[in-house]
């Protein structure tokens, strides 16, 4: 199974700043996306990022607010721009590991970085 | 549209009780995937279990068992013998052939056992 770390864990950031988050992954991967859980809520995708390709956002996620990075197939970031209160959550990045009937296995997941804005 | 209901927002209950959680999906899929995850307090979320359509054998692991009824559109969750750790909030959640893998989440269900 793939084992996920993300930095930093936790952080209090002032609005209006911007906090660039890390996902490396111990094996390589195709895809890793990025979840928010906002305090008391479910989790939601923000996006799916593939190696090579530009991330591909959900609906209510734009790119200029969370631009993220693929450089290999091992890491991913994650950034959040100009930060309001109401970006405080927790952000997890996600990897999935392939059975060989070519369906999903396992989603695994991060620890999640916990984020407070002030 | 693919959704997730988890109709139990929190339940309560005794060590040593039974417990069974609620999960209703939709999908126009024919082929999709069906999981558990429980996050505890501590944040991270842990896989439980992944089922796909075709597959509609309940399943369970010591304490744990699910039961997978297409006819209803249904997974439920048990927990038997329930225990202080099992305190947590559990996910269930929907993927589905086209969309990525990508997982649909269900709003939860927070548990708390009582000693």
């Known amino acids: 199974s793939a084992v996920i770390s993300q930095k930093p864990s936790r952080d209090i950031c002032q609005r209006g700043t911007s906090l660039t988050i890390q996902c490396q992954v111990d094996?390589?991967?195709?895809?890793m996306f990025w979840y928010r859980q906002q305090p008391g809520q479910s989790l939601t995708l923000i996006a799916t990022?593939?190696?090579?390709?530009?991330?591909?956002?959900e609906s209510g996620f734009v790119i200029d607010k969370f631009p993220i990075s693929r450089p290999n197939l091992t890491f991913s970031t994650l950034t959040v721009s100009n930060m309001s209160p109401e970006d405080s959550s927790i952000y997890l990045c996600?990897?999935?590991?392939?059975?060989?009937?070519?369906?999903?296995?396992?989603?695994?997941f991060g620890p999640g970085t916990r984020l407070t804005v002030t | 549209a693919q959704k997730v209901t988890q109709a139990q927002t929190e339940i309560s209950v005794v060590e040593k009780e039974d417990v069974t959680l609620d999960c209703v999906y939709e999908t126009r899929d024919t082929t999709y995937y069906l999981f558990w995850y429980k996050q505890p307090p501590s944040g991270e979320l842990v896989f439980l279990i992944r089922?796909?359509?075709?597959?509609?054998q309940n399943e369970i692991s010591g304490r744990y068992s699910w039961n997978f009824q297409k006819s209803t559109s249904s997974f439920n969750f048990t927990i038997t013998a329930s225990q202080v750790v099992d305190s947590a909030v559990y996910f269930c959640?929907?993927?589905?052939?086209?969309?990525?893998?990508?997982?649909?989440f269900g709003a939860g269900t927070r548990l708390a056992v009582h000693p």
């Open positions: 959640a929907l993927t589905f052939s086209g969309g990525y893998n990508k997982l649909i």
């Open positions: 990022a593939n190696q090579g390709s530009e991330a591909t956002y």
């Open positions: 089922r796909n359509s075709f597959d509609e």
């Open positions: 996600s990897v999935e590991d392939w059975d060989v009937a070519g369906g999903p296995y396992e989603q695994y």
């Open positions: 094996s390589q991967v195709t895809m």
